[in-house]
């Protein structure tokens, strides 16, 4: 509704009654606001899901697809793909997103998990920014190679809804669907399993199986918005947390919380990005960076135990 | 009887006193060698290749006069800039390894650097044009920049003092949103062009002049005596700050002016340079490998180490791929990043 043309409420609301192509407002709201909304909504609200169940795989409340990397390594894959191989279809770039993501989750979860004490938070902390730097590294050097269309990969990478059609939402969205539900059925399994791997273990739980379920849901919504949006960090980070604080600690409601939340964000954080400084546009990544990056520090300075 | 494994120099009121172990100053003598014979060469190689004698003879002012313009131009400046912004970023991370006693510290992975960048672009912004400051005061900026972001990590870190975890999470969560602001003000700003943008977000010698060279070299030249100087205090508190404390050092005062000081070295290289990354990381850690375990020698080993990973990442950098010349911080960082893993690897079981 906001913007550089200003549409009240009941324009709004009649773009939908009554579409007609002729009125500037009608047509702005249908191809470009509104698929930014729902795009934004769809994004925020996987990549916050993700983000809870990263922070519960993994027990660590710094946990979040870019803190860790997974973006990152989804985002050198599309690079990959559309630069080397000249790939411009959704379909394929969302299948190569799926295995950067997968690559990177590996990577860190595997050296997270070295050593004696297994997987501790600070460890993968650590291997989650090194993989970052190094997918981040990996990917600028594609880019200087191949200097045309840097531009705008640049702003993609710093995330951006703008000029993103419902059309690319399309084939991504089947699959954010299944793994959001998945997401959602899972609640009550997590809530065991946040316990303690030993006592879920007793319990009966099949431990590993879950931790796949859970690694390949994060992968697919983690890598399904990258593949839309580019590099939106620090949504699946703090929301789990904000979740957390209004619902308590049951993974039933935090899912379902982080995923309403994560929508509302990106959508307002969509909204920032596109006021701040008109005409022009701010990357979405920056805003929220901004908003991110005071809360990892509270975190980091609350310390790293899992409470 | 063993012979001594150290020479030992001291004035005559003891007020400057420094051991030197004889493994160490060989080696450090053989790294020196080492990268003269690879500058020279690295110097010739290029788009047009020229003989190491015909480097040496132009260093020394008697060129033949062919190359002129290609050595003294475009090679030599950018030579010196990449080896002196190489051995600040060394040093830099030795002092910061060895103050925070961990080796995963090092300036860009807690944030200086790129506390630097922020200040260094926003300088190119809004300085020449708001303030009206020539460029020369570029590496002043970069270098306040780099002082207010590690006030900032070393005050947010603080809790009953610092614990170097703490300040490694928090330079990580401070140097993801200094990354931030950087993109944001290039993004905003009109006075940069997507090429332009990488230098400053990778680090790159890319156009190099003398100017860089005049600005960074001070910084070089008064840093090593002082670390020389500071040695001592750092060897002690490798051993812990209460026998630090014993030996009388005050530590707390030299911590701080140490930390400056690393600031500093790491602010002028990114004014220069642009966020190189991981070169203060890994330098430090082959030192420690080659040179004994006295912070003196580690520290200028490091600094020599660093110079020649920046020289040879920026010859990759300009020949791998010529025409387009590539940010050198790139190949430091995929130098940089496994090394990082591999250290991970190592000290699995301290964290």
Same mark, same amino acid.
């Given at each position: ?32 606001? !509104?698929?930014?909304?729902? @795009?934004? %909504?769809?994004?925020? /609200?996987? &990549? +916050? ?5 990263? $922070? *519960? ?61 297994? !997987?501790?938070?600070?460890? @993968?902390? %650590?291997?989650?920014? /090194?993989? &970052? +730097? ?5 990917? $600028? *050097? ?166 | ?351």
């Amino acid at each position: 509704m906001l913007g550089r043309t200003f549409a009240s409420w009941g324009e709004v609301v009649n773009a939908f009654l009554h579409y007609n192509p002729e009125s500037t407002a009608d047509v702005l709201i249908h191809t470009e606001r !509104l698929p930014r909304a729902i @795009i934004g %909504l769809v994004v925020g /609200a996987s &990549l +916050a899901i993700a983000g809870a169940l990263m $922070q *519960a795989l993994t027990r660590n409340p710094l946990a979040s697809p870019s803190t860790f990397g997974i973006n990152a390594g989804a985002i050198f894959f599309v690079v990959v793909a559309s630069l080397m191989f000249s790939i411009s279809d959704m379909t394929q770039l969302m299948w190569f997103a799926f295995a950067g993501a997968l690559v990177a989750a590996i990577i860190v979860y595997g050296l997270g998990s070295i050593g004696r004490d297994g !997987l501790t938070p600070i460890k @993968i902390v %650590l291997a989650g920014s /090194a993989i &970052l +730097a190094l997918f981040t590294s990996f990917t $600028q *050097a594609m880019l200087v190679l191949n200097e045309t269309g840097m531009q705008n990969v640049l702003f993609w990478l710093a995330g951006a809804i703008g000029g993103r059609t419902l059309e690319m939402l399309q084939p991504v969205l089947p699959l954010l669907t299944i793994a959001g539900v998945t997401a959602l059925g899972m609640g009550r399994a997590i809530n065991l399993f946040v316990t303690g791997e030993d006592i879920a273990k007793g319990m009966g739980q099949r431990v590993v199986l879950l931790k796949i379920v859970m690694g390949l849901t994060i992968v697919i919504l983690a890598g399904g918005s990258v593949a839309i949006v580019g590099a939106v960090g620090f949504v699946g980070l703090f929301i789990p947390h904000m979740a957390r604080a209004l619902v308590g600690t049951d993974y039933r409601w935090i899912i379902p919380f982080s995923g309403a939340l994560g929508g509302l964000l990106l959508m307002t954080a969509d909204l920032i990005a596109r006021l701040v400084i008109i005409p022009a546009e701010v990357p979405l990544g920056v805003i929220t960076a901004f908003i991110g990056v005071p809360f990892f520090l509270y975190i980091a300075r609350k310390g790293v135990t899992w409470k | 009887m063993n012979k001594p494994r150290y020479w030992t120099l001291r004035s005559r009121s003891a007020r400057f006193h420094m051991q030197l172990e004889k493994r160490s100053v060989r080696t450090l003598a053989i790294l020196t060698m080492i990268v003269i014979v690879v500058s020279i060469i690295g110097i010739g190689i290029g788009e047009t290749w020229i003989h190491p004698w015909e480097v040496i003879r132009a260093i020394f002012g008697q060129s033949s006069g062919a190359y002129d313009f290609v050595l003294y131009r475009l090679r030599l400046p950018r030579a010196v800039v990449g080896l002196l912004a190489g051995a600040a970023l060394g040093m830099s991370g030795a002092i910061l390894q060895g103050m925070i006693r961990n080796p995963l510290a090092s300036p860009d992975i807690i944030g200086i650097t790129g506390g630097a960048s922020v200040a260094a672009v926003l300088f190119l912004s809004y300085g020449s044009s708001v303030f009206h400051l020539s460029i020369d005061w570029l590496p002043v900026a970069a270098i306040m920049g780099a002082l207010i972001v590690s006030a900032l990590i070393y005050l947010l870190s603080w809790q009953n003092g610092v614990t170097p975890m703490r300040l490694v999470l928090i330079g990580i969560g401070i140097s993801a949103g200094m990354s931030a602001m950087t993109t944001f003000m290039l993004v905003i700003s009109s006075t940069f062009t997507a090429s332009k943008v990488y230098i400053w977000l990778t680090g790159s010698v890319y156009g190099a002049t003398w100017s860089g060279v005049y600005s960074i070299l001070p910084v070089c030249v008064i840093a090593i005596p002082l670390l020389l100087y500071f040695a001592r205090s750092l060897n002690s508190q490798e051993l812990g700050d209460d026998v630090a404390l014993g030996l009388g050092v005050r530590v707390q005062k030299h911590r701080l002016l140490l930390l400056i000081l690393s600031v500093i070295l790491a602010g002028s290289a990114v004014a220069v340079v642009g966020a190189v990354g991981f070169v203060g990381l890994i330098a430090p850690h082959i030192a420690r490998k080659w040179v004994g375990r006295t912070f003196g020698s580690i520290s200028l080993a490091s600094g020599l180490i660093g110079a020649l990973l920046v020289f040879v990442a920026d010859v990759i950098a300009r020949t791998a791929f010529y025409p387009i010349d590539i940010p050198a911080g790139i190949f430091t960082a995929a130098i940089g990043a496994p090394f990082f893993i591999y250290l991970l690897y190592q000290n699995r079981n301290r964290f």
